[in-house]
């Protein structure tokens, strides 16, 4: 059974930092891409960042882009959203998401339907 276990939300002020871990059990991670969205209330869950199974490539969407950073160890099964200069609009449910085993390392997803697992989501609020 694969389970994704996102940890390291929480409350912060604008301008702090936090890191958001996605830890993966239950299937092969070293070849999967990974990929952070996001959910605010009363909006459709949003794509935040991607990154191929080899960390090669990575992409983000516009409104993070510069403050938030996606690594991953594939030795620990682990994936990371660093997100430096936080806003309120920030706020939000983020969710981690694992997707199928990918021949080339160089492969990122930016769609929900890319992706086969998904984490419960870890809770970022931002205050003002």
């Known amino acids: 059974q694969v389970q994704l276990v996102e940890s390291g939300g929480g409350l912060v002020q604008a301008g702090d930092s936090l890191r958001l871990s996605c830890a993966v059990s239950?299937?092969?991670?070293?070849?999967?891409?990974m990929g952070w969205f996001r959910q605010a209330p009363g909006k459709e869950r949003e794509f935040v960042a991607a990154i191929s199974w080899s960390g090669v490539n990575t992409y983000y969407a516009d409104s993070v882009k510069g403050r938030f950073t996606i690594s991953r160890d594939n030795a620990k099964n682990t994936v990371y959203l660093q997100m430096n200069s936080l806003k309120p609009e920030d706020s939000a449910v983020y969710y981690c998401?694992?997707?199928?085993?990918?021949?080339?390392?160089?492969?990122?997803?930016?769609?929900?339907?890319?992706?086969?697992?998904w984490g419960q989501g870890t809770q970022v609020t931002v205050s003002s």
């Open positions: 239950g299937r092969t991670f070293s070849r999967s891409p």
């Open positions: 998401a694992a997707g199928h085993t990918e021949y080339s390392g160089r492969v990122y997803y930016t769609g929900e339907y890319e992706y086969d697992y």
